[in-house]
């Protein structure tokens, strides 16, 4: 499933990020790299951002982004 | 002189540590790069005296963002010496993809190990004589915010050598990488790139690298390479596992507690974290501008004394007329920075060190989406409230240009303080308020329509937000001033002379009666198109100085006695029109300069065209329909 199907307060393991993405390099470089294991702390509402934790650290997406991450849950 | 280069990812405390090198002895400047400013100063290192620059916080050498671009830009074009690496010890992972880029540059280099504090208390104890080994550079453990450490960086910053190691991986991979250098290097390709790491950008598919490649005969070498590397995942995979071995190598981890309220869980709560902001916002309007009358005030008083003054000091009429104008171009700014200006630009470094804007930009996000921009173009619109020369300036930390061009025209539409005067004393005053409350959802109306319209005329795309939503800190008062001083200084260079040269060239106006003419050109598009008497043509460009200006000057112009007389001249329909055209029609000088300056000449033109017609067309309809 993408993230953008994801629960909140979860764990799930990134699967990849889908090709046509013009963030995919800055997915990767903050870590978001296939098998690495994320939590989806908090969706703003009205089709806001995603609010993410890998590696310890948390980071904001935009809901475009998150739809291009295929992740599987742990 | 040596030149040393401050690199780090966005809040590593790059800009705290530069404050602690350069902040006292030197006088740092900004440089205003093509679209982001660095910041340039000098010290002492013992005897000898060196550069350092602080360049904008980016995650990878291969850019995302405008900001990111100027960065690895200046890093490529500079003559830089040293490089001192910035990494925020508490997430060592990430920061070590960006060290091990910045190797490959293979320039002397130190990496400074900050908020070795931030990072015990999350339980993370990093041996750094081990780091050291393993990257083969310079390691030294600092605390910015507490200046320690730093003696001991500047000494190795003297001292900085080339990294021992290059980053090293499986012997498949580099030999897929040699081949394209080869390649590359036969071809003679003209790029300020290090081969290498032109090669490494290019297998990930980093757009400008590989364009670059396929302009030369070893495109097909290039493909071929993407297709046995996967696209450049096993580039990617390998020097993740790299960072993640090198992290276990050196840290230790103890368990923390965890603490059992997060402050978050409030702040970006999907209905109390608006309403959080909401309250923050408004606490701080209302302490600025009930701080700020008073001594606007003061400020008047004490301008109108030294005018009194001149006018018994200064003999000619003409002379005075220009001396006044200077003086009252003074005032003009005194009355806008010190009592406005400086108390909410304090406010904005606060929210800013304390972490809160990037959470700001989370809850905003989605609506700001809808005018074509991001989260992040929210603190222009909060600024705007209080002045549209800051506002004008938050663009600056814009990813694309044109979310830039977008926001800079939004943010100078929002209502100043100035312009609130103008609604109050007119449309409140004459109308009742329930008129300004009216006028204000027209704005943010219009504010909206104009962003979803301009989201689709621009052409180009701005990339979604990816930030970092940092731990929440406590400043330092010594950063929360030197950050304010330099946006104030902006505003000083910019807007002062700006209302200085307005003021003299308008008191000139005035002394040589070209008020008339003035009024002469506009009466056509005043009384014809806006139904307005032709005499306020003199007060709209004055307005242009500074907009309160409409309001204090209008029942001069009318030729009545005070304010509140203006109502018998002017009917309710026309009192309105006029507001309506005030709050909308071009920005004033100040701002002007200000969008000059970060977007460009064209762009302000053009603004200020759109006002112009926006104004014109919002007050057309209200002259119809009220």
Known sequence: MRLTEAETEKRYRVVSIVGGCHARDRLLKLGLIPGVIVELKRKAPMRGPFMINVNGSDIVIGRGIASKIEVESV | ?626
């Open chain 2, 1 to 626: 002189m040596k030149t040393v280069a401050l690199i780090g990812q966005p809040n590593c405390g790059k800009s705290t540590l530069f404050n602690q090198i350069a902040g006292y002895k030197s006088l740092a400047a900004n440089f205003p790069g093509a679209t982001v400013t660095y910041t340039k100063g000098t010290t002492y290192i013992g005897n000898e005296l060196v550069e350092v620059i602080d360049l904008p916080g980016t995650y990878s050498l291969s850019w995302y963002d405008d900001a990111e671009k100027e960065t690895v830009k200046a890093l490529f074009s500079m003559d830089i010496d040293v490089i001192v690496n910035i990494v925020d010890a508490s997430m060592l992972i990430r920061s070590i993809e960006l060290t091990l880029e910045l190797m490959a540059l293979g320039k002397p280099m130190v990496v400074a190990l900050n908020m070795i504090d931030e990072a015990l208390k999350k339980g993370i104890c990093i041996d750094v004589a081990k780091l050291q080994e393993v990257l083969g550079v310079k390691v030294v453990p600092i605390i910015a915010k507490k200046g320690k450490g730093i003696k001991e960086l500047l000494a190795s910053i003297l001292k900085a050598e080339k990294p021992r190691k290059r980053c090293v991986y499986t012997r498949k991979t580099e030999e897929a990488i040699d081949r394209l250098v080869g390649c590359i290097r036969e071809v003679q390709i003209q790029t300020r790139w290090p081969l290498k790491l032109m090669a490494i950008k290019a297998i990930e598919g980093f757009e400008p690298c590989v364009e670059e490649i396929r302009r030369t005969p070893c495109k097909g070498v290039l493909s071929q390479i993407r297709k046995e590397l996967d696209n450049g995942m096993v580039i990617i995979n390998e020097r993740h596992a790299l960072c993640m071995n090198i992290f276990e190598q050196v840290c230790r981890l103890k368990k923390v507690k965890k603490r059992r309220f997060d402050i978050d869980d409030l702040l970006m709560h999907p209905v109390f974290g608006y309403v959080a902001m909401l309250l923050i916002f408004m606490a701080i309007f209302y302490a600025v501008f009930r701080g700020g009358v008073p001594i606007e005030n003061l400020v008047v008083n004490v301008f109108d004394a030294v005018d009194k003054y001149l006018a018994t000091v200064v003999s000619g009429k003409l002379a005075f007329a220009i001396v006044k104008g200077a003086v009252d171009g003074v005032a003009a700014a005194m009355g806008i920075a010190l009592p406005y200006l400086v108390p909410f630009l304090f406010a904005m470094s606060l929210l800013e060190d304390i972490g809160y804007l990037p959470r700001i930009a989370y809850l905003m996000d989605s609506t700001m989406h809808r005018m074509g921009v991001h989260g992040t173009s929210v603190i222009s619109f909060v600024a705007g409230y209080g002045c549209s020369v800051p506002a004008v300036m938050a663009t600056r930390i814009l990813k694309s240009r044109k979310e830039k061009y977008i926001t800079a025209l939004l943010a100078s539409m929002v209502p100043c303080s100035a312009r609130t005067t103008v609604i109050m004393g007119l449309a409140g005053y004459f109308l009742g308020y329930g008129y300004v409350v009216f006028l204000y959802a027209l704005n943010l109306l219009v504010i909206l329509i104009t962003g979803v319209i301009l989201k689709r005329l621009l052409p180009g795309v701005s990339p979604e937000m990816i930030i970092d939503i940092p731990p929440y800190r406590l400043p330092t008062l010594k950063s929360l001033l030197l950050k304010t001083w330099q946006k104030v200084k902006d505003f000083v260079y910019l807007a002062i002379p700006m209302l200085i040269v307005g003021s003299v060239v308008l008191t000139l106006i005035n002394y040589f009666r070209f008020d008339a003419y003035i009024n002469a050109v506009f009466a056509p598009f005043l009384s014809g198109i806006l139904g307005l008497p032709a005499s306020v043509g003199v007060v709209l460009i004055f307005g242009i100085l500074k907009k309160e200006l409409t309001l204090i000057m209008l029942y001069q112009a009318l030729g009545v006695a005070g304010i509140a007389a203006v109502g018998n001249v002017l009917t309710h329909q026309q009192i309105l029109t006029f507001t309506v055209f005030v709050m909308f029609y071009i920005p004033c000088i100040a701002t002007i300069a200000a969008i000059n300056k970060e977007v460009g000449a064209r762009v302000s033109t053009l603004i200020v065209i759109a006002t112009l017609f926006i104004a014109t067309l919002l007050a057309l309809f209200t002259r119809v329909v009220f």
